[in-house]
């Protein structure tokens, strides 16, 4: 089970920090991820993390950073500059599949098996 909070209302440059914590297990190996959703929209990555890996859209790149506390089977997502665009609900999500030394980091919501509740965030203009 993923459990994400942290999301609210935020003026236009403004930073937020969003957190999902998994239960049921040692998600430590696996990689976990951000996706947004805006109204009418797909759900898009947002970034992702695993052994210490990161990949972000380039959409929030240099504003957005990935992290996470493996003891406490949580990821983070701290929010700098905030955009109007950045509206959205926010999901966590995690892949259980194991891609060795690879460095793969997946960035497709189809390649996550578990999906967090969300978390809205709103960006005053």
């Known amino acids: 089970k993923l459990q994400a909070s942290g999301g609210g209302l935020v003026q236009t440059g403004g930073s937020l920090g969003l957190s999902c914590v998994a239960s049921g297990g040692t998600f430590s190996s696996y990689t976990m991820a951000w996706f947004r959703q805006a109204p009418g929209k797909e759900r898009e990555f947002v970034a992702t993390?695993?052994?210490?890996?990161?990949k972000y859209a380039d959409s929030v790149k240099g504003r957005f950073t990935i992290s996470n506390y493996n003891a406490k089977n949580t990821v983070y997502l701290q929010m700098n500059s905030l955009k109007p665009e950045d509206t959205a609900v926010y999901y966590c999500?995690?892949?259980?599949?194991?891609?060795?030394?690879?460095?793969?980091?997946?960035?497709?919501?189809?390649?996550?098996?578990?999906w967090g509740q969300g978390t809205l965030v709103t960006v005053s203009s």
């Open positions: 999500a995690l892949d259980p599949k194991k891609y060795g030394g690879s460095g793969y980091l997946p960035a497709s919501k189809y390649e996550y098996d578990y």
């Open positions: 993390i695993n052994a210490g890996r990161t």
